[in-house]
């Protein structure tokens, strides 16, 4: 495992090969000196300067390692792994001199050092991080602004002990992609060459969970039979109100195990509050009187029973169907609309007071629409739509509403109440047409 300072154990390596292999070479007697080596960008070497410079310009992901380990985290977003960071690192290695063919003895010098180590050894990395002690030769790399301390702190990323061995290897590039890098560079061309180190593996010790070792497993063969639902209706036909049937029609809705969805409740057979019963092509459910008027969901899964002692895990689910839950508005015992108005009392206006089911909550939208009949031929009815008088918010769900009426006109009008868009339903008789509920103002 190797630490976040490995690319540059790297490129420290490499620049120690250069520096401690010049003499046997006969380069220190043609330069008439010690080699310089540098390790920054071309556009930084001086132009007078004579020496080899390596410059890491780009790092990739390396294609074989970095699918090796599974995510490092799990559903909830902790971590169950500490993965390697796995890096192909790609190198230019330039020549810079000012003399008749120097350049051209520092470049293949470098390439023949490159190619007789295409590994860069444990052994050899160790050597070339480590700190002098007192009569031990120099380190070639301390010199200048790279200081013991650096080397040291380099040398702690543990680059020698990774799993796998680094390699540097050639890595040709078209005449295309050098004129990209020094044009890039803005500055005059230098004899190149390119190399690639693999694989540089990068991991950090922090903590991570892992769970214990699976000791036994099972399988299960799940159908891939896909419920699906075709449409949600009102079982005997009309508007979908408080406490009716609903149906969810549809093929392959029946399972060994079989739930439906409404909204966010999960609805079992037997559940109190909901009357249940599946067919393969329907499923029928008996909505709860406090389900809030509005748009609703509803969707058919079959969940998967595994494990000893037996589960439930996600299995198949249906496509999500939507259906319309209506407001009405209540009947007392003599079957009359509960619609009342309420006197003007100081602060308040006259009111018309709605008793709607279900119960509406104080952040849901209410509106009254009021539609005048019985006027005189010729005479356009007077229409309204009022918005209900607020309420704090967090106060509990009411059955009565109250509309403020200022400025209505006298007569009698049909009354509709909508609720997030779901409007109670009218009485219609033939051929009169809509005739309830009504209330006179």
């Known amino acids: 495992m190797s630490g976040t300072l490995a690319a540059a154990a790297v490129t420290a390596t490499i620049k120690y090969l250069l520096l401690r292999s010049d003499q046997p070479y006969g380069l220190r007697d043609f330069l008439g000196g010690a080699l310089a080596v540098s390790t920054v960008s071309p556009d930084r070497v001086p132009d007078d300067a004579t020496r080899l410079n390596v410059f890491l310009h780009r790092a990739t992901p390396n294609t074989g390692w970095s699918t090796r380990d599974l995510p490092s985290r799990d559903t909830n977003g902790d971590r169950t792994g500490n993965p390697f960071l796995a890096l192909d690192l790609h190198y230019l290695v330039t020549a810079h001199a000012t003399g008749e063919f120097q350049s051209e003895a520092l470049l293949a010098y470098a390439m023949q050092v490159l190619h007789e180590t295409p590994v860069l050894a444990r052994d050899t990395i160790r050597e070339a991080l480590r700190i002098p002690g007192l009569g031990d030769p120099p380190n070639p790399l301390i010199s200048g602004a790279v200081t013991a ?70 399988a ?21 109100l408080a406490g009716s049937t609903i149906i969810a029609q549809g093929e392959a809705l029946r399972a060994d195990t079989t739930q439906l969805l409404v909204d966010t409740t999960r609805v079992r057979i037997g559940d109190p509050g909901w009357a249940l019963a599946v067919e393969n092509d329907a499923v029928r459910v008996t909505l709860p009187d406090a389900l809030r008027a509005g748009v609703h969901t509803v969707q058919v899964a079959h969940p998967v029973l595994v494990g000893t002692p037996p589960g439930e895990r996600r299995g198949v689910e249906s496509n999500v169907a939507a259906f319309v839950l209506q407001p009405r508005i209540d009947r007392d015992d003599a079957d009359a609309y509960r619609l009342a108005v309420i006197a003007a009392a100081d602060p308040l206006p006259r009111r018309l007071r709605a008793t709607v089911v279900p119960p509406v909550e104080a952040a849901q939208r209410a509106t009254v629409y009021l539609n005048q009949v019985g006027v005189a031929p010729g005479v356009v009815p007077a229409s309204y739509a009022i918005e209900a008088v607020p309420r ?8 009565d509403l109250d509309f403020a009426l200022t400025g209505v006109l006298a007569g009698d009008y049909l009354v509709r109440v909508q609720v997030d868009g779901a409007e109670s339903p009218l009485d219609h008789v033939e051929p009169q047409g809509y005739v309830s509920p009504r209330v006179t103002l």
């Open 392 to 399: 704090a918010a967090g106060t509990p769900p009411v059955d």
């Open 220 to 240: 299960y063969a799940v159908p891939l039979t896909r419920p699906v639902i075709a449409q949600v209706v009102r079982d005997g036909g009309g508007p979908i």
């Open 149 to 218: 301390q650096i080397i040291g702190t380099i040398a702690a990323a543990g680059l020698a002990d990774q799993v796998e061995q680094l390699r540097i290897a050639p890595c040709p590039l078209s005449a295309e992609e050098l004129s990209h890098h020094w044009s890039t560079l803005q500055v005059p061309y230098r004899a190149t060459a390119a190399y690639i180190a693999t694989v540089v593996l990068i991991r950090r010790s922090i903590p991570s969970r892992q769970a214990p070792p699976v000791r036994s497993f099972a």
